[in-house]
């Protein structure tokens, strides 16, 4: 256990994160395991809470997949992905926006208050915050390359910075829910990595970290000595390519590409399964996870 004058030795140690990353935009994707298990919601809340107390400003874009998932499984729906993407039918885009808005969002910036931080909970629906277009994804198959509709995702057409700007000057935390609509009304879900990459990008953000369920890249994701500090642009690339890097990573991968080729002065892949990672990434000089580098 830490005695008071560790504790404040720790304080007085991240003294110069804390007056470097003073009123900074530290743009977070919140996922994985860490948004199912109690323990680690309630201590990623206070980490939040943590990073607004000491003066940055934090954007947090949140995921939801798995409640979706159980929640069409209950309903006897069957869900598909394909690279980390998941096909969404008309009921099951309805389903994921209830999930999303109604519940999850909802639960985070309400976790967030209750530690004292002043929290927002909005999705992209809101002042046309994310204007969407549906996605064409392009798979190789069979040596050719194939069109796949995906239904009802989409991707970002372009992101109202002006409304997140208000919303942080105004001293409040944006959580964000991963939902578009295009010119008509119609909605679309939209993968939370690509969300965050391009928001981050949007307001070059000084950090773009994403959560996930492992500690970072790996050369060999069966072999932990192979793991990957700094992952360049190039580099990650050609383990797509050859399938090192698949299916969920990709997306995050990509975000943390765009966001630093647009003024986000550092991008982050970490495992939120590690109770304070946020916070060992950011006042801590060894870091954490793997870092995308260009």
């Known amino acids: ?5 560790q504790k404040i030795e720790t304080l007085i140690e991240a003294m110069p994160y804390i007056r470097r990353f ?19 919601k309630q201590k990623f809340a206070q ?26 499984s209950r309903l006897g729906k069957k869900s598909e992905f394909i690279e980390g993407l998941r096909v969404t039918d ?37 002042s046309n915050l994310l204007m969407a277009c549906k996605l064409l994804k392009k798979i190789k198959k069979d040596d050719k ?15 109202n910075g002006e409304f997140l700007r208000t919303i942080l000057d105004s001293g409040y935390i944006p959580v964000i829910a991963p939902l578009g609509s295009d010119e008509n009304g119609q909605s679309y879900n939209i993968n939370a990595d690509t969300v965050a990459g391009k928001i981050a990008a949007t307001l070059q953000a000084e950090k773009l970290i994403m959560l996930t369920d492992v500690k970072g890249i790996f050369e060999n994701p069966k072999d932990p000595k192979s793991f990957i500090s700094e992952l360049s642009f190039d580099k990650a690339y050609e383990m797509i390519l050859r ?52």
């Not at 003073?22 to 680690?40: R, S």
């Not at 926006?97 to 999705?123: E, P």
């Open 22 to 40: 003073q009123n900074k935009i530290i743009v977070i994707k919140y996922g994985g395991h860490a948004m199912v298990n109690p323990d680690l």
């Open 47 to 72: 980490d939040i809470a943590f990073l607004q107390f000491s003066g940055l400003r934090p954007v947090v874009v949140h995921g939801g997949g798995p409640e979706i998932t159980q929640m069409l």
């Open 1 to 5: 256990m830490f005695d008071s004058k």
């Open 243 to 294: 399938g090192a890097i698949d299916g969920g990573m990709i997306p995050k991968i990509n975000a943390c590409i765009l966001a630093l080729k647009n003024q986000t002065k550092a991008a982050h892949i970490i495992d939120g399964t590690i109770p304070r990672s946020i916070l060992m990434e950011i006042f801590t000089d060894k870091g954490f996870g793997t870092m995308v580098v260009k």
């Open 145 to 159: 390359i194939k069109e796949i509709d995906l239904g009802f995702v989409g991707d970002v057409k372009s992101i």
């Open 90 to 126: 008309a009921e099951a885009m309805e389903i994921a926006q209830m999930v999303l808005v109604g519940k999850i969002n909802t639960d985070i910036t309400s976790a967030m208050v209750r530690y004292g931080a002043k929290a927002l909970g909005i999705n992209g629906k809101d």
